[in-house]
């Protein structure tokens, strides 16, 4: 167990609805970061944020967005879905220092219908 | 941005053999190199880093070693059991920033 919490586990939803994922870091680490994993694509970085700010970005469409809230847990969310946004989306967290551990949770199973 | 090429994409061994996966990195400023087992329906868990300024780092049945001119390092596994069966991903990262670049992983199957 890493220790960071993904809920929900499996989601199955219909194409053009919004849906949001939510992510409990490790206690004490301030950085969460948010992955998408398909088949094709393998793990591609969306985006990190750092004690409630944005601190960087990856392959995120615009009509994804993420949040991380005082208490430091993040959501993740989904808009406007397309069957091509099926995939496995990733919560990870890490102390902020670069180069420190990257702990995954064990995902969010997305399937637009 | 950063990109991470890895190879194989599968890789089948007999049990004992031992296996090698490949990444190469583009960005010279990298200087933290994980990599990750992921079994099916887990999240990617942790087996072993190496940072820039060390060549080689062993733990137990695991090594990976890290060639700073030629911008690769490769994963090590020796006397792989059937347990070791998963895909593996390498990744990158730099100073400037946290997040890590996966490469595309390997399928490792250790047939008994």
């Known amino acids: 167990d890493s220790g960071v919490t993904q809920t929900p586990k499996h989601l199955i939803t219909a194409t053009g609805q919004r849906v949001t994922l939510r992510c409990s870091p490790r206690?004490?680490?301030?950085?969460v970061y948010w992955y998408q994993q398909s088949l094709d694509q393998g793990l591609q970085f969306l985006i990190q944020?750092?004690?409630?700010?944005?601190?960087a970005k990856g392959n995120i469409l615009e009509r994804f967005s993420a949040q991380q809230f005082p208490d430091l847990h993040s959501e993740l969310n989904l808009s406007s879905l397309e069957l091509g946004d099926s995939a496995l989306y990733f919560c990870?967290?890490?102390?902020?220092?670069?180069?420190?551990?990257?702990?995954f949770g064990e995902g969010s199973w997305l399937t637009v219908v | 941005g950063e990109n991470v090429e890895q190879h194989p994409s599968t890789l089948s061994v007999q049990e004992g053999d031992s296996a090698v996966i490949k990444c190469t990195y583009s960005?010279?400023?990298?200087?933290?190199f994980p990599w990750y087992k992921q079994e099916l329906g887990k999240g990617p868990q942790l087996i072993i880093d190496?940072?820039?300024?060390?060549g080689e780092k062993k733990d137990q049945r695991i090594a990976v070693t890290l060639n700073k001119t030629a911008k690769h390092f490769s994963l090590h596994i020796t006397e792989t059991q059937p347990e070791d069966s998963a895909v593996y991903f390498c990744?990158?990262?730099?100073?400037?920033?946290?997040?890590?670049?996966f490469g595309k992983g390997t399928s490792l199957l250790v047939t008994p």
């Open positions: 990744a990158a990262s730099k100073p400037s920033r946290n997040a890590l670049n």
């Open positions: 944020y750092y004690n409630g700010e944005e601190r």
């Open positions: 990870a967290s890490s102390v902020e220092t670069p180069g420190n551990t990257i702990y």
């Open positions: 206690s004490g680490d301030l950085s």
């Open positions: 960005d010279s400023a990298s200087n933290y």
């Open positions: 190496i940072r820039s300024n060390v």
